[in-house]
């Protein structure tokens, strides 16, 4: 059978020194320029993801800096509508595109799972990097047009016909959609990846019912994902088609539906929403067991309700369209299952409370941050029962009642738990522990700064001011709650000075982390901080759903695989058996080069349908290096081998 | 306790900057019927919503105050069962408390719907409403062509009578909401729709466009003019009749200048021969008390600078600059000036 006899915990194995060597030998990265360009690891991956997007966070703040300077005062002259529309955006997009998914879902998720899992890389590491690049290439089209002046100015949501040939001539509204090709298709590739790592690389012993609630999460986004994205792709495929060729699908004059695109967007819309809320609810159901020092209290329930939102998700979309005027019964339906969704977060909001009322809870820095997201998230969910009735919508729909709303439920949702979770890795990831007290500090200034500016959007909602306005009358009285709103954004801006600050000096300078620094049941805390190239000395076995608080300490690990070439275990979906051993692609350039053609072909279709078949050829060579057989056969072998 | 108490900070903060200001543009402070019913499920669902709220605040408070230790190292694991099954029950009991909850809100939420949306008046009054890039277009459709009214940004409606308004767009998708009187409905291209309001309190309620429609977004607002009946019809008399001729010279020669320059290209004034529907009808221009969408006053010196340079007020308007000389100008003012 798979599992053998050696009994020592890997991370104490000091006899095995030598073979921790020859497993760094093979499984290194090569180092130099291109070294960096052909990497495959999902550590280094992951933290690129996160550290990109983060960038972009960073830019679309400024962005939103930006608009509460515009709208400080009625009547402001800092800048004209032109400006303004492509900001509000850029600053959309940004967020929702460049900034929540690829760092909840694909940065946390690309890090996190291979490490949980007791896997020694992510499932396809090739394609899992060729998503990074054309999620970069997506982000430089974006804001490579902002900066030409060529940014979009649709809104992030594009609605036809506004953005239709008609309404939007030049190429604004051609890289908005250009971009949502760029960044689904990454989400996509990583969803695979994320999926197969989860279903397929789980240490033995790992059963569906032992996974740990993350990977459950990280389970139901990626199949929410590969659902949901097709849906916002073929939006945005025949708004460019519209647009590019002549065709007529949203063109009501010729016969065309604008209420299509609606449907096709927010079909992809909702569910991108808990695609963005699960990952931050999966890091706080972590944080809670691991800081209350228990077992998490309703597993089952939890995994039930992730897979409910999962499924539910799909069914809300129209609420989003109440005020197009559907028939009343449709709305009932949509009104019903948008309360319903409710439900699924509200068992996790009492598995949580259950979880720490009889726990010992350690207020560490990131369960502050995990209670700064039961505050923040617990008010947009709130008003998130408002929207869902349709007379209620019908007033404050594309209202700022509607802008807090999903600022409440956004930055609770994901930026919260996001701090969190950063936080809490940043240990694994860097070796060292962000300073506490800089940390209080950070959480404190965004808490302050963000509630003012947001609470405040309320209402201003209810007084009747409608979103992506460049300026008001003063006759409207809308200027004292606009500068209230506005005078938040200096204590976030400063909270987050002192997070950079916090992040560079801890990386350098920070406390010392050792494996395992918060008593995480977690597999990824078996390891070095931060871990080897290989993650693994031994592929882990594990006999219950918090390894390390569980398992004995004569655990048995797995033997067998080489360490001459990149050996992983591929295990049984359900009850992980292993079944396979599978070799691991390696370093290759060539993902990142397949990226630079689809790239050039995706920018080179905005000018010109020739680009497709002209990039064709080149993305068809780089494909063929990409998949061009190694030296050794990489046949699969049984585990019987082990 | 920390928590909770910075919380109320920004909304102590709030409630000193809102004196309320009686402008007509409050979901909550309506002057019809169907904005006040939703008023109440505005306050019924909010106080739910704020018991819920407190509840599970005072949840997550006791809970980490009960269970709070400020040891530093991770401490180790805990088991209790005989917790965990008094919290079982617990948490099954708050689970079937918001069940319960929702279904209620549900109700109301649909009841109210019901009674927002449901038209039963025989006699209504129709009003054609049309959304153009930035400014609405009004029409009160008639059997008879010359019984037909066709105005902009203002719409005169007599009190205490179903309004049955019929949505269209000429471009892009505009969404039509005056917070005082009722929820929002969008204008779709291609698409025609019906939704009525109806007020009960005579004045002014100011509304505006709510969807995302491109350059001046932010300057496409409308009024509702609630007036008794019999001014209403008085306005509806007035508003028939062809344009009044210019009584004096120079309200003829402003008239000729409109003939003979851009503005007949877009503009129509009934009794002339501008017959254009591209921009807002001019018939009885006079008689508004705003111009452009609500943006300025109606008065002589913001119609001249709104003609001689529409885009330096609103950018990216469909109108364009008329470089005219003072003279011209200035009889054109008047001219307009006289339309009531």
């Known amino acids: 059978m798979a599992v053998a006899e050696p009994i020592i915990p890997n991370d104490q194995d000091t006899g095995q020194s030598e073979l921790a060597h020859r497993l760094a030998r093979t499984w290194r990265q090569s180092g130099g320029f291109w070294g960096w360009f052909s990497n495959t690891h999902h550590t280094d991956i992951g933290i690129r993801f996160m550290v990109t997007a983060f960038i972009f966070f960073l830019l679309a703040g400024i962005l939103a800096a930006m608009m509460r300077l515009q709208l400080i005062r009625p009547e402001n002259s800092l800048m004209g509508p032109d400006l303004y529309n492509q900001i509000f955006t850029m600053h959309g997009s940004t967020m929702i595109f460049l900034f929540a998914v690829p760092m909840m879902f694909q940065g946390f998720g690309v890090y996190v799972v291979p490490l949980m899992c007791g896997a020694r890389n992510i499932a396809f590491p090739r394609l899992n990097a060729f998503s990074y690049y054309l999620y970069v290439g997506g982000a430089l089209v974006l804001w490579g047009g902002l900066l030409t002046n060529t940014g979009p100015d649709v809104g992030w949501f594009a609605y036809v016909p506004l953005s239709g040939p008609a309404y939007s001539p030049g190429h604004r509204a051609d890289i908005w959609s250009q971009m949502i090709t760029f960044t689904e298709v990454s989400a996509l590739g990583v969803a695979i990846c994320l999926a197969t790592t989860i279903l397929r690389h789980r240490a033995p012993g790992m059963t569906l019912n032992r996974m740990p609630i993350l990977l459950w999460e990280k389970l139901v986004i990626s199949m929410m994902v590969i659902f949901a994205m097709p849906a916002v792709m073929i939006a945005s495929g025949l708004l460019l088609l519209d647009r590019l060729v002549g065709t007529h699908f949203f063109n009501p004059a010729e016969g065309g539906d604008v209420l299509l695109y609606q449907h096709l967007f927010w079909f992809f819309g909702h569910p991108e929403v808990y695609i963005i809320f699960l990952p931050g609810a999966a890091i706080i159901s972590t944080l809670v067991e691991c800081f209350s020092r228990r077992r998490i209290f309703g597993y089952t329930p939890i995994v039930v309700s992730v897979v409910a939102t999962g499924f539910v998700g799909f069914s809300v979309w129209v609420h989003h369209m109440f005020a197009t005027g559907l028939p009343q019964l449709s709305e009932s339906f949509f009104t019903a299952a948008s309360l319903m969704i409710v439900i699924p977060t509200g068992v996790q909001f009492f598995c949580w409370v259950a979880t720490i009322w009889n726990g010992r809870l350690q207020l560490r820095l990131p369960m502050l941050w995990a209670f700064g997201f039961f505050f923040v998230f617990l008010i947009g969910g709130l008003s998130g029962v408002m929207l869902a009735s349709v007379p209620l919508d019908l007033q404050v729909h594309d209202t700022y009642f509607v802008v807090a709303h999903f600022h409440y439920v956004l930055i609770g949702g994901a930026l919260f738990p996001m701090f969190a979770g950063i936080y809490f890795w940043f240990p694994k990831m860097t070796g060292r522990i962000a300073d506490e007290t800089l940390g209080k500090w950070h959480f404190w200034l965004f808490f302050i700064g963000f509630n003012i500016t947001f609470f405040t959007l309320h209402f201003l909602g209810l007084r009747g001011m409608p979103r992506r306005v460049y300026t008001y009358s003063p006759d409207m009285h809308w200027h004292r709650l606009n500068l209230l709103a506005s005078s938040g954004v200096i204590f976030m801006t400063a909270g987050l000075l002192v997070f950079l600050a916090n992040m560079l000096r801890s990386r350098k300078s920070g406390e010392i982390a050792g494996n395992n620094p918060w008593g995480d049941a977690g597999l990824e805390w078996s390891v070095s901080s931060p871990p080897p190239a290989y993650n693994f000395l031994h592929i882990p076995t594990v006999s219950g759903r918090d390894p390390l608080w569980e398992d004995p300490p004569d655990q048995p690990i797995v033997v067998g695989l080489r360490d001459d070439i990149r050996e992983t275990l591929v295990t049984h979906s359900l009850d992980a058996d292993p079944q396979y051993k599978e070799e691991d692609p390696g370093p290759s350039i060539w993902p990142f080069l397949a990226a630079l053609t689809v790239s050039a072909t995706f920018v080179g279709s905005i000018f010109t349908p020739w680009a497709v078949p002209i990039g064709a050829p080149p993305v068809i060579v780089t494909l063929l290096g990409w998949l061009w057989p190694r030296g050794h056969s990489p046949a699969p072998r049984l585990a019987g081998e082990l | ?340």
Request: with cysteine.
């Open chain 2, 1 to 340: 306790m920390k928590l909770l108490e910075l919380s109320f900070i920004p909304a102590r903060l709030v409630i000193q900057a809102m004196p309320l200001n009686p402008g007509s543009h409050l979901v909550l402070h309506a002057g019809a019927p169907q904005g006040r019913n939703i008023e109440w499920l505005y306050w019924s669902i909010f106080w739910v919503l704020v018991a819920v709220f407190v509840l599970m605040i005072a949840a997550f408070t006791r809970a980490g105050a009960r269970s709070h230790v400020s040891a530093w190292k991770p401490l180790p694991i805990i088991e209790n069962d005989e917790a965990d099954r008094r919290a079982a029950w617990a948490v099954w009991s708050a689970v079937g408390v918001t069940v319960i909850t929702l279904f209620v809100i549900l109700v109301i939420s649909v009841v109210t719907g019901k009674r927002v949306e449901g038209l039963t008046s025989k006699n209504p009054v129709t009003v054609q409403i049309t959304g153009h890039q930035w400014w609405w277009e009004v029409t009160y459709p008639n059997s008879q062509a010359d019984q037909t009214i066709t105005t902009a940004n203002e719409i005169h409606i007599p009190i205490n009578t179903r309004v049955v308004v019929l949505t269209n767009s000429a471009d892009v998708i505009h969404s039509f909401w005056a917070p005082s009187i009722t929820g929002k409905r969008d204008l779709l291209p291609g698409y025609s729709s019906a939704f009525w309001f109806e007020v009960d309190k005579a004045g002014i309620y100011h509304g505006q466009c709510a969807e995302f429609c491109g350059l001046q977004h932010a300057h496409m607002g409308f009024s509702v003019i609630a007036e008794p009946v019999d001014k209403f019809d008085a306005w509806k008399r007035q508003q028939l009749k062809p344009a009044s001729d210019p009584s004096d010279a120079e309200a003829s020669r402003g008239r000729d200048v409109f003939l003979t320059h851009a503005c007949l290209m877009c503009h129509t004034i009934r009794g002339t021969d501008a017959g254009s529907r591209f921009g807002p009808d001019l018939t009885h221009v006079a008689s508004r008390n705003m111009i452009a969408a609500e943006t300025l006053p109606n008065t002589a010196g913001a119609l001249g600078g709104w003609i001689v340079d529409p885009q330096r007020i609103k950018p990216g308007t469909k109108m364009t600059p008329n470089a005219l000389a003072p003279d011209d100008l200035q009889a054109l003012i008047v001219y307009l000036r006289s339309l009531e």
